[in-house]
């Protein structure tokens, strides 16, 4: 059976510049949000992804209009007709569960059936459902779909346990079309959330906190389009600087907000990479040889994110001594760590906690990408390492990544992309 994989030959240091694609993260609940939108609601910096194309498809099968045109999506959600998304779609999108609270706000009812996938271990739901229960929404349960149904939903004071972001996007999108006001407690801070809560108030909301950890939200009962720019992808801007990191060279980003990079720039800077920031660029520069790093700890933004945790693993495997990272966020994150062990890296995981002790090289070997980002960072590993590695499963990667093997390509990393038929990939690794 032919399939896309990715051939890297490492061993090349980066050098160029790449400007940083609009952040998938941000774009996905933004996407949603334009539910609430009695008017065209029209998006720049929109990345080319698999992800965008599926919440795009949701958004068509609901009754709105929803057309990607390069990276400009224009959507109007004034034919809306449907409430239920599909089993298919929520399977084929993880993040399909922040279409729930703009569904809650226009309709006053959705249903769905859980998330997909296992990727990174259960991705629950009780939090979204416990947060909008408090906004007057019952939840129903039968046959595995799940129904949510507001008679009226009305603001609250809502507390979260954890500042979940999906949880946070989904009160901030029911809130903005809720009966009063709604005050959430212990929200995430994640500058997506800042940029949902930016996009909401070019509609017509009044959100005030957005960025805090409690946010205030002034329902409107229909919010109108808005032009809006996507943010930056600060773990894309990330993936690039790792890159850099790990092969040596020097990397320059455009279009980054690098405030919102804070916690990865300074173990880079740890690590040994030169780095600058000059307004909304960032330059590395790299001898490809690092220092480890003490400890990495994954928490919500401000702290290390979780998904740059398989990146600078990638990046610590050839690091001068031992690292540790410890990994608070999911529970799965760890299933890359097994293909990194096959370019010779010296790893040991034991619960959430993974031991990395630098080696002096890595080569190349048969790798599949478990997941997004764990995919990513075994990319980075490769084009650090000797020899050729061919990556497969590159769908997970297209979720997430707009151009990737070309912008490796432009930095002068030997990455190609092609279709070939299982045997010839084997006979010829
Ligand atoms: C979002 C991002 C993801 C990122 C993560 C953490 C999108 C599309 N995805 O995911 O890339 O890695 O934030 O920054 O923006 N949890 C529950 N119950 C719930 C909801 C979450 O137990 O109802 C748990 C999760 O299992 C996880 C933790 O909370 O352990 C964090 O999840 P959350 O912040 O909700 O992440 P996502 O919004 O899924």
Sequence with gaps: MAEDILRITGGVPLHGEVTVQGAKNSVLPIMAAGILCGGETVLHRVPQLSDVYAASRILNRLGCSCRISGNTVVLNASGLHSFEIPD???????????????????????????????????????MHLDALRQMGVTVTEQDGKIRCKANRLHGAKITLS????????????????????????????EPEITDLAGFLNACGTEIRGAGESTVTVSGKCMLHGAEYRIMPDRIAAVTWLCAGAAAGGTVVLRETQPADMESCLEVLTAAGCRLGVCGDRIFLESSGRLRRVRQIRTMPYPGFPTDAQPLFCAVLCRANGTSVIEETVFESRYKYIGELLRMGADIRVSGRTAVITGREMLHGADVTAPDLRGGAALAVAAVSAEGETVLRALPHIDRGYEHFAEIFHSLGGNVNRGSFTRNDTKNSV
């Design 88 to 126: 298919a779609d929520m399977r084929k999108m993880r993040s399909s569960i922040v279409f729930l609270g703009p569904l809650l706000g226009r309709c006053g009812e959705c249903v769905l059936t859980m998330p997909g996938g296992c990727e990174l271990g259960p991705r629950p739901i009780d």
């Design 162 to 189: 954890y500042p979940s972001v999906g949880v946070t996007e989904n009160v901030l999108m029911a809130a903005a079309a809720a009966e009063g006001e709604t005050v959430l407690r212990n929200a995430a801070r």
